[in-house]
């Protein structure tokens, strides 16, 4: 079933983004196109940010409102109902931000906060015999999907960021776009018992920024804030500091390390882990259910081995930062920022991220140069 649900995803992107492809000129089409998965264009596949810098691809200036529309249906097929709503809802954040800051911010272009600075590129040829891939991303937003023999095999990194993380709307209501990956950890964590509680909690400070920020590969790696930024784009402030603003201990408390750091689930009580499962899936729902690997964690097995981690404060409204970590599972979520109101949330999978080992055994199974 996980299989027939990944080779219809895979058709529905193929003719999703072949569509686009014909919908562009020769100049359009340069920029558009990437080297096939697996070839000497892989540096670039395997790239990614989630600042507001340039990601690589063909942005929205650079088409007409009717290619517009064929972008969004190409990632639409990427994603769950909620996941593009969501999406969708961060891309026009920029707008919003751009307002919080007073329309004020230069970075010496046109437009600094810009909700047409989002990139399309894909890889290879979609549907065809080989590999191919598309990424999707600008400021806040990065989806990476490869297709292999006609199925669906990576959609990480799946990142998804909020600034605000939190704006009033009429009617005393709130816009929250990740509120409940927010609200649940929180219920999650507080609910503990004081010696899991003091397991789960590795620093009293949270970091600036997710532990592996945009790092390819997930290891131990000090990621530098300059890394966030294509170079030669934007120098930001501090480039060579950790993204984390953590040394010494304080980093080594947190450091991604290959035995999961917190509490597993084997350790909590059934209502926790429902809470747990909840978590989980307002990461792993983002894409649709036919690619996404939550009924995985119906195995209470699968549950047991995924650890949570904290950091900061467990009261609402002040700096936190939590991870959730097992096999083939690395979730990150900051809110630090902007008196915390500025949310960053990753869902990653350390083992096939970019569909690296699918891509590997393919290439030795079918021996293509």
Not at 285 to 298: A, F, K, M
């Amino acid at each position: 079933m996980i299989d027939t649900g990944a080779r219809e995803v895979a058709t529905r992107m193929a003719e999703a983004a072949q569509t686009w492809l014909d919908s562009l000129d020769a100049d359009q089409r340069r920029t558009a196109i990437g080297p096939r998965p697996g070839a000497d264009g892989e540096a670039e596949r395997t790239r990614w940010y989630y600042t507001p810098t340039d990601h690589g691809g063909l942005t929205f200036h650079r088409q007409r409102p009717a290619q517009h529309r064929l972008v969004m249906q190409l990632v639409a097929s990427g994603l769950s109902e909620a996941g593009y709503n969501t999406v969708a809802t961060v891309l026009g954040l920029e707008n919003v931000l751009d307002h919080v800051e007073g329309f004020s911010v230069n970075w010496g272009r046109e437009r600094t906060r810009d909700p047409a600075m989002y990139y399309l590129r894909v890889f290879g040829e979609p549907g065809g015999p080989q590999p191919w891939g598309w990424r999707f991303g600008g400021h806040h937003v990065s989806l990476n999907n490869l297709v292999v023999d006609g199925r669906v095999v990576a959609t990480t990194p799946c990142f998804l960021g909020a600034d605000p993380a939190v704006s009033p709307l009429l009617g005393r209501e709130k816009l929250r776009p990740l509120g409940t990956a927010e609200d649940l950890a929180r219920e999650l964590v507080r609910s503990l018992r004081p010696e899991s509680a003091a397991r789960a909690v590795l620093l009293g400070r949270a970091p600036n920024d997710i532990v592996a920020g945009n790092s390819n590969r997930i290891d131990d790696r000090v990621v530098r804030r300059s890394d966030l930024w294509r170079p030669g784009r934007h120098t930001p402030d501090r480039a060579e500091h950790p993204v984390t603003g953590l040394d010494g201990a304080n980093r080594q408390a947190l450091a991604l390390t290959p035995t999961p750091k917190g509490v597993p689930g084997a350790e909590l009580d059934a209502a926790q882990r429902e809470l747990l499962r909840a978590l989980l899936g307002t990461y792993l729902d983002r894409v649709p259910n036919g690619v996404s690997p939550l009924p995985r964690y119906d195995d209470p097995t699968a549950l047991d081995a995924v650890h949570l981690a904290w950091a900061g404060s467990t009261t609402a409204g002040e700096p936190h930062y939590y991870r959730l970590q097992g096999p083939r599972l690395l979730v990150e979520w900051t809110n630090i920022h902007r008196g915390v109101n500025h949310a960053h949330a990753v869902w990653r999978d350390p083992e096939t991220d970019f569909g690296g080992d699918v891509l590997a055994a393919h290439h030795a199974a079918h021996h293509v140069p």
